[in-house]
C-alpha cells in the first residue's frame, strides 16, 4: 500500500530517521509533535500555549495528507507537569470539543528538551472511499 509522509523539517527527522506523519490508505499517524520552531521551545513555561502550537502543527500535517482535525480518532498527551492538565486539556478542548477523540494523558519524567512541557502524537481515520 502506498505511503503519503509529511516532514516539517526538524532537524530529528533525518537524523532518528521518521517524519512527522504517514497516511497509509485511510489511516494517518502523526508522530510526537513538541512546541519547537527550528530548535527554540514556543511558549515556554506555558503548558496552554505549547498545546496550541503543537495542535495547530499537527493540523497543518494532517491537512497535506488530506484530513482534518475532525477526522481525529485518538490524542496521546505526554506531560512533564500532571498538575498543568486543565492548561493542556482547556488548549485540547479548543481543537477537539466537537470531534471527541479518545484521549490518554500521562506524566513522563521528561522530554527531549527540559523547557518542553508536552508532546503529543495524534492517529486520524479517513471515510472509506
Known sequence: MKRAKVFTGSPWE?????????????RIEVA??????????????????????ILQTVEKALQ???????????????VTDISKWTEIGKAHGEFFQHVQPVATMVEVKGLIDPLLMIEIEVEAELDQQ
Open 64 to 78: 497535506e495528507l488530506g484530513a482534518q482535525m475532525s477526522d481525529v480518532v485518538r490524542t496521546r498527551m505526554f
Open 32 to 53: 510526537g509533535t513538541t512546541a519547537m520552531k527550528d530548535g527554540v521551545v514556543i511558549g515556554v513555561d506555558n503548558p496552554y500555549e505549547q498545546t496550541r502550537y
Open 14 to 26: 533525518p537524523l532518528v530517521g521518521y517524519c512527522r506523519a504517514i497516511r497509509v490508505g485511510n
